[in-house]
C-alpha cells in the first residue's frame, strides 16, 4: 500500500458533476445499467486477453458480476472479474470526460427540461457518473489483468476531488462500493435491484449475481426465430444496445444459411441521436462469432451512410478467437456488408411502397445520411435513387413524391426532370426561373435539404432522363415557343438595349441575354453553363466557413 495521493477534476467534471447530483432526478436506476455495462465491457476485454495470454492475474476465473446489498446498512457493491484498471487509466478514463458531445450535453440539459433524465446519460461517455445520482462518495478498488500491476483504490465524494492509492488487492477486476444516499435506500433491496436488472441488463453476455441468485436470463436474442420474437422484448433489447431511450421505429430480423452463414437483428431509431450528423466516431453493429461478442463497434458490417442502423450480427464463419484486424481483412465481412445493406435498402423501400408515414418519419431523420450512399456505394445507387423523396411544385407543401411518381406525371413531350432549390419551399417557389414552368406546367422538385445539391447532380439521369436544374442556363425550350418569343422578345427589345446592359455591368456577369424564360418578372440571375448553381454556391461558402 501507498500513500494517498489527491486528483482534481476538470472543470467540465466538475460542472457535470453538479448537473448529475442536483438535476436529474428521473430514471435514477439507470446508474445501476451503467455500472454493469461497464463491467461488461471489462469482462470482454479480459475475455480475449484469456485468449491469448495465460500470465494475466486469475486466468481461469469465472467471467462474471456480483451485486452484493445490504439493506440494513444501506450499501450497495458491484464486483466483476473484467480487465480492471491501472493508475492511469483510473486517472484518465474516470477523472475526465473524454467524448466531445458532452459539453453540448450539458447545454442541453440546462436549456432543455425535456432532457433531464438520467436515461440519456450513457450516450454521452459519463455513465460512470451517474452513481451519484444515488450516493455522495464511491470508493473503486481494482486491479489490472496485467501480472505486474499493482491494485489501487480510487475514492471520491463527487464535485470536487478524487484520491488514489495503492493498495493490496490479490484479485483481478473492479470492485465498485458506495453506501446510498437517504432518498435512495431502494436500490438496497434485492427485488428492486432485480427487477431493474432484468429491465435493463437482462442480455449482458456475463452471468449477473444478486447475491447467489443469477438474475440475467435473456441471451442471443437473435437467434431466435422471427416469429417467436417479442415487442416487448425486441424493445428493451434495443435500448439496451443502443442506449437510445425510446423505442425503435422499425427491427429487420436476417437469418441466412449458404454461402454466408449468419443472423442478424437490425433495428433503425426512432430519432438521430444528438449530434449524430457531425459524428465522425461513431460505434457500429455489434458482432459477434457463435454467439460471443468479438467487437462492439464493428464499422466493417454495413457502409457509412447506413451507420443509423443498430444492432447485432453473429455468424459461424469467423473463428471465436478472432483479432479486431483479421476481421477486418476476412472476406467474411465484406459477404455480410453486402448482403446486409441489400436487406436494409430493400426493407426501407418496403416502408416507402407499404408504410409510408413511418417512411417519412424515417426519411426525415436519417435521410440526409442515406442519400450520400448516392456517391459512395455504386454498386446500389440505383436502390438508393428510389428511396429519394422531394417536395414538389405538383404536390402541396409537405407532400413527398418519389422520382418514378415525377417521371409517371411527365408530359410527352417533357424529356427532363427538372428541380430547384432553396432553403424552403417558399424560397424555392420565389426563384424567377420557376415562371417559365409554372406557365407550362412542368413539375419541378423542390431540393430543401441542403445535401440535396452534393448527391442530385451525380444522380445525372433516371429512367433516361437527366435532371436538370432550373437555374442553369441552358433548360431547353421546345423549338415552337421558342421561335414565337424569340420573336416577341426581339421586337420590344432591341439589341442596342442588350449592350447598353452589358456595357453598365461589364464586371459582374458574364452575358446579358434575352430570356426565354421569365413571364412575370423582368430579369434574373441565371448561371453560365459551367457555373455553379446559385444554391450551390451558397452552400459553399456555408462550409468554408462552418465546416473547416
Ligand atoms: P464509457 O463506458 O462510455 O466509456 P463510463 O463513464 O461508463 O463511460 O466509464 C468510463 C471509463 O471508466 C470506461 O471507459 C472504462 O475505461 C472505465 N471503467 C469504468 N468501469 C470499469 C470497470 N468496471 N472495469 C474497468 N474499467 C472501467
Ligand atoms: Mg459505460
Not at 123 to 131: D, H, L, M, R
Not at 483 to 496: G, L, T, V
Amino acid at each position: 500500500t501507498g500513500p494517498v495521493q489527491e486528483f482534481e477534476y476538470q472543470a467540465e467534471m466538475k460542472q457535470l458533476l453538479h448537473l448529475i447530483v442536483h438535476s436529474l432526478y428521473t430514471h435514477r436506476e439507470v446508474f445501476l445499467r451503467e455500472l454493469i455495462s461497464n463491467a461488461s465491457d471489462a469482462l470482454n476485454v479480459a475475455r480475449f486477453r484469456q485468449l491469448t495470454d495465460k500470465s494475466i492475474v486469475d486466468h481461469d476465473a469465472p467471467l462474471e458480476v456480483k451485486i452484493v446489498l445490504d439493506k440494513e446498512k444501506g450499501t450497495f457493491s458491484i464486483e466483476d472479474t473484467g480487465i480492471g484498471m491501472t493508475k492511469d487509466e483510473l486517472i484518465n478514463n474516470i477523472g475526465t470526460i473524454a467524448k466531445s458531445g458532452t459539453l453540448e450535453f450539458l447545454h442541453k440539459m440546462k436549456s432543455d427540461q425535456k432532457m433531464l433524465d438520467a436515461d440519456l446519460i450513457g450516450q454521452f461517455g459519463v455513465g460512470f457518473y451517474s452513481v451519484f445520482m444515488v450516493t455522495d462518495e464511491v470508493t473503486i478498488e481494482t486491479r489490472h489483468a496485467d501480472a505486474d500491476s499493482p491494485a489501487y483504490r480510487w475514492k471520491s465524494v463527487g464535485e470536487g476531488k478524487f484520491t488514489i492509492e495503492e493498495i493490496d488487492r490479490a484479485k483481478r477486476g473492479t470492485k465498485i462500493s458506495f453506501t446510498l444516499k437517504e432518498d435512495a435506500k431502494e436500490f438496497s433491496e434485492d427485488w428492486r435491484v432485480k427487477n431493474i436488472i432484468k429491465k435493463y441488463s437482462n442480455f449482458v453476455d456475463f452471468p449477473v449475481y444478486v447475491g447467489d441468485e443469477k438474475v440475467n436470463t435473456v441471451s442471443a436474442l437473435w437467434q431466435k426465430r422471427k416469429d417467436d420474437l417479442k415487442d416487448e422484448e425486441l424493445t428493451e433489447f434495443y435500448k439496451y444496445l443502443s442506449n437510445d431511450y425510446q423505442a425503435p421505429l422499425g427491427h429487420l430480423h436476417v437469418a441466412l444459411e449458404g454461402s454466408v452463414n449468419f443472423k442478424a437483428l437490425l433495428f433503425i431509431p426512432e430519432t438521430a441521436p444528438l449530434g449524430f450528423f457531425r459524428e465522425t466516431e461513431y460505434k457500429g453493429l455489434h458482432l459477434y462469432a457463435h454467439r460471443i461478442l468479438i467487437q462492439d463497434d464493428c464499422k466493417d458490417l454495413l457502409p457509412e451512410y447506413l451507420r443509423f442502423v443498430k444492432g447485432v450480427v453473429d455468424t459461424e464463419d469467423l473463428p471465436l478467437n478472432v483479432s479486431r484486424e483479421v476481421t477486418q481483412s476476412s472476406p467474411v465481412m465484406g459477404k455480410i456488408n453486402k448482403v446486409l445493406t441489400g436487406k436494409v435498402l430493400s426493407f426501407l423501400e418496403d416502408w416507402a411502397q407499404n408504410d409510408t408515414e413511418k417512411y417519412e418519419k424515417f426519411y426525415k431523420n436519417f435521410s440526409p445520411l442515406l442519400k450520400t450512399g448516392v456517391n459512395s456505394d455504386f454498386s446500389n445507387k440505383d436502390k438508393i435513387i428510389e428511396l429519394f423523396r422531394f417536395e414538389s411544385s405538383a404536390a402541396e407543401k409537405g407532400k413527398m413524391t418519389s422520382l418514378k411518381e415525377y417521371v409517371a406525371r411527365m408530359k410527352a413531350e417533357q424529356k427532363e426532370i427538372y428541380y430547384v432549390s432553396g432553403d424552403s419551399r417558399e424560397s424555392a417557389e420565389r426563384n424567377p426561373n420557376l415562371e417559365y414552368f409554372k406557365k407550362h406546367g412542368i413539375e419541378v422538385l423542390y431540393l430543401l435539404d441542403p445535401v440535396d445539391l452534393f448527391v442530385v447532380p451525380s444522380i445525372h439521369e433516371y429512367e433516361k432522363k437527366s435532371l436538370k436544374s432550373i437555374d442553369k442556363a441552358d433548360v431547353q425550350v421546345s423549338k415552337d415557343e421558342e421561335k414565337q418569343e424569340e420573336n416577341a422578345i426581339q421586337e420590344s427589345m432591341s439589341k442596342s438595349f442588350l449592350s447598353a446592359f452589358k456595357e453598365v455591368l461589364i464586371d459582374k456577369v458574364e452575358d446579358v441575354i434575352a430570356s426565354k424564360r421569365l413571364v412575370e418578372s423582368p430579369v434574373t440571375l441565371v448561371v453560365g453553363k459551367e457555373g455553379m448553381d446559385i444554391q450551390t454556391e451558397r452552400m459553399m461558402k456555408m462550409f468554408n466557413k462552418d465546416f473547416t
